[in-house]
């Protein structure tokens, strides 16, 4: 979250709104409807329930009150308007008092299929729909709160956890594998990756073990963890994870299942 980005965010003009062009709303609609063709029969029902929910327009951008009066609606969370990056410590407050941080920019057509940076196509179709759900939701406040009461070195554990569950969890329903991380929503490529590649590990969700993975933003994710059903996170919340954290900095940080990356040489 403290790296340069070269995506600024869209303000909000006179009449309330944010004003995209019509390539910006162009981009949504492909995104979109690639998208929701890729998750069929593979994300969670939870999710597809909560995109009912949304109503997302299908030609343009959404606005991110329209979001907002769902979600509030629904759970008490709304869409807070941010920056394209963002520090950790206002990525926990905004969790904390249910304000789900999204960067009004959206990806540019030739970083159509990856970007590093989460962009509002991630936030609100990959995070969005999940967040009218209760469990879901107090999840992800939770994690606010602990996180914004934690260490700096504690933070850096606490960031797996989000990693792998808000942001590429899995579920193992007995209808089978299904997704219910935006990081996976929202790709394509991790759509197809994390439910059929026979190289990526799934397995089971132990927090500990979680905290003790190391994990890379730039790669398909060479393991993946599940969890049974959505409602398991409000059990994960109640666990005393700072306490968790201490466990797994004693045991220390399992060998990393990827490669290191490569240092770009300054010419």
Not at 114 to 137: R, S, V
Not at 144 to 170: H, M, P, Q
Not at 186 to 212: C, F, H, I, N, W
Not at 221 to 233: A, E, G, T
């Amino acid at each position: 979250m403290g790296k340069a980005t070269k995506y600024v965010s869209k303000d909000v003009e006179a009449d309330g709104k944010i004003h995209w062009t019509d390539e910006e709303n162009q981009i949504w609609q492909e995104l979109i409807t690639r998208q929701l063709d890729c998750i069929k029969g593979k994300a969670c029902d939870e999710f597809i329930t909560g995109l009912d929910r949304l109503k997302l327009p299908m030609d343009r951008v959404p606005q991110l009150e329209e979001v907002s009066e769902v979600l509030l609606a629904t759970t008490g969370w709304q869409c807070a308007k941010v920056p394209a990056l963002i520090g950790f410590g206002e990525f926990f407050k905004l969790l904390s008092e249910k304000k789900f941080p999204v960067a009004t920019f959206i990806r540019t057509r030739a970083e159509f299929d990856y970007l590093q940076e989460p962009d509002i196509f991630h936030e609100i179709f990959g995070h969005c729909p999940l967040l009218t759900n209760p469990a879901f939701a107090n999840f992800t406040q939770r994690y606010g709160e602990l996180g914004l009461n934690a260490s700096k070195e504690d933070r850096v554990f606490l960031a797996r956890l989000y990693w792998f569950t808000i942001e590429f969890g899995l579920l193992d329903t007995q209808d089978g594998l299904r997704i219910y991380g935006g990081g996976i929503l929202s790709s394509p490529g991790e759509t197809q990756y994390a439910m059929t590649d026979p190289v990526a590990e799934r397995k089971a969700l132990d927090v500990v073990d979680v905290l003790r993975t190391p994990y890379r933003i730039d790669i398909m994710q060479p393991i993946y963890f599940m969890i049974n059903k959505i409602s398991d996170l409000d059990s994960i919340s109640q666990l005393d994870l700072l306490a968790l954290v201490e466990e797994a900095k004693a045991l220390g940080l399992h060998e990393p299942k990827f490669p290191p990356k490569e240092k770009k040489i300054a010419s």
